[in-house]
């Protein structure tokens, strides 16, 4: 492994950007700019720079951190601005795209270079400014050698910074507190083995040195940890930084209030609480600033912060507070209010009031079914009800029957399946690692209900993101079910699928291709034409090549699955619908947007006859149409159904669902 530690001047990266397309990415630079301008001479980039303009090269002094799926011009325009803030020192930038040499193909890179040679050039940089955007899901988080570099600054103690994007940099305040447990949540989820990486084997090679020095979980630990001190410090510069003296109530009220709420969840509730007494403070003293959501939204939260240091009995005047708020200006009727009742429910468990606890949980579930109806991911309240039974439930039959019983099994299911509702995954895995031991032990492992639980424990390894291991144990599955059943059994091809769908997720596509396909030959064995169970598994296929871009295979698939789709159901069908929208967006993927046009409005056309004007899959038609005419450059036309999209997700989702959120932020972009 060769590092030329050279860097080069702001300048040099001026130059090179009227020579960049607008959408174009690293890798896309990579290939039409530099590899063509150094091509004949076998160097980087940097290297040609210095026979050129050898005053525009010196040894690295800013290291950049960045994923090569960033727009370049964005990157550029972000390490310009930075080197302009800090004008007082000459920066030489370290960029790998211009400073490595992109016409060799380098030999796979060995720990020890990646703790020596790496390791030590980024040192001797010693200082690095790490890329991140956007900012409620940065890219650069999910990469192999980003999380590398970011680890390496921070075990070196080296000074690094933080790039946002202009756009998000100048809206910071209004970013975070509009979406704060998004933006901690994805800060706090770091995980090197799922990282990806371009090249295979540098993923594996930087995997491998982390388990031998410092342990997986060790240094996700650590930069979860320094990305959330990060956030909180930016954010109180921030708050800081705002003039009490010049700003107006409103603004300061919702500035604390979102700074307070951004503090609990980073688990700061004491600070939190401080924040949020002084929102209040400021609301109660403006008599002619009423915003009775925001306050609402106070009281709550201080409620919040009580419960979460264990002062409940403060925390309970605290939501009820708030619920009364809601209640007088919204009505007892209004969704709002299951917030504080929901809180406020658990606030009376933890008193050992329990008729209370539950006489406000049946109000916030009947609330949520009222308004929602009886399939909606808001009902955590019910699963939290369920789950308190389930766990009574259990300890009776430890106690009667002992632990080697099946009841005893069932119910360690039966909380295994609640804690998937409640996205409590870790816990959901021990309680099914339970069943699945007693079930074998007085079963053995080619039982019905063995395999069934050790299917089930796959799921959940793979829902943690344990893709290997969820695969390791789906082919026990495999194995298991092909014994008692033959080849050729819906058990065998359910799991085929599930591995194939695994790989997929890995994107694995060679390996996902042939599970993919042995589902398939087993199904059409089971069933004769036309079969939903053919038409979803063709649809499946369609994708999977599409992911390869093998668009002619993956169209042959797609047109398989719709034609059968209309043969089974019929063209006014929600299922129909849907397959026009996803060979809509092939086409699109494929370039040919008349084609996808022309198959996303008859998908459009049919969701408004089966699900009506204001079904949210209308408007996931209408986003996907949008998409298109933007990638035409039809940038008003997007919009326009843009628009129309987010009116559907508000009627059919709320204002708050997150496809809503999403589909008002490409308005705004």
Known sequence: MNFDQRGFTVEVLEKILPHIEQDWKTYDVCTHFIKPKTKDYNCSYVELTSRSNPECVGIANLFISHAWGYNFKSVAKEIIRYTKKNKQTKFFIWFDVICNNQNVINKVIECAELETIFRQAVISIGNVLIVLFPMHAPIALKRSWCLFEIFTAISSEIKFEI???????????????????????????????????????????????????????????????????????????????????????????????????????????????????????????????????????????????????????????????????????????????????????????????????YDAHKKVLNLRLNHFGSLHYDHLSFYQEAYDAHKKVLNLRLNHFGSLHEDTAVSYSNLGRVCIQMNRAEEALNYIKFAYNIRLKIFGELHAETTMTLNSLAYIQNELGHKEAAIEIYKQVLDAQTKVFGEVSQNCAVVLNNIGQTYNEMKKFDDAEIYFLKSIKVKEKLYSPPHQTLAVAYNNMGSLYSNMKRMEDALVYYQKSIKMKIELFGEKHADTARAYNNIGLHYREMGDHVTALKNLQKSLELRKAVLGENHSGVAITLVNIGLCHDDKGEKEIAKGFFKKAYSVCVISLGEDHPTSKQVKQMLSD
């Not at 447990?181 to 995980?191: C, G, T």
């Not at 912060?305 to 919204?330: D, G, H, M, R």
């Open 163 to 357: 790039a946002l994007q202009s756009s998000e940099d100048n809206k910071f305040l209004d970013i975070v507190f509009d979406r704060p447990y998004e933006i901690v949540k994805y800060l706090s989820n770091v995980d090197i083995e799922t990282a990806e990486a371009t090249v295979e084997a540098d993923r594996a090679t930087i995997l491998e040195l982390i388990v031998k020095k410092v342990g997986v979980h060790q240094m996700n630990s650590i930069i979860c940890s320094k990305m959330r001190d990060w956030l909180l410090e930016k954010s109180r510069n921030s708050i800081e930084e705002i003039n009490e003296e010049t700003c107006s109530p409103e603004n300061l009220v919702l500035n604390y209030l979102g700074f307070g709420t951004l503090m609990i969840y980073l688990d700061k509730h004491e600070n939190a609480l401080s924040w949020l007494l002084k929102a209040k403070e400021i609301y109660c003293k403006q008599s002619q600033y009423k915003n009775d959501k925001a306050y609402s939204n106070i009281l709550n939260n201080i409620g919040q912060c009580y419960s979460n240091i264990s002062n409940f009995v403060e925390a309970k005047e605290w939501f009820k507070l708030s619920l009364q708020v809601t209640e007088q200006t919204k009505g007892a009727d209004n969704i709002d209010c299951a917030t504080a009742l929901n809180n406020l429910a658990a606030n009376y468990d933890h008193l050992s009031l329990y008729q209370e606890a």
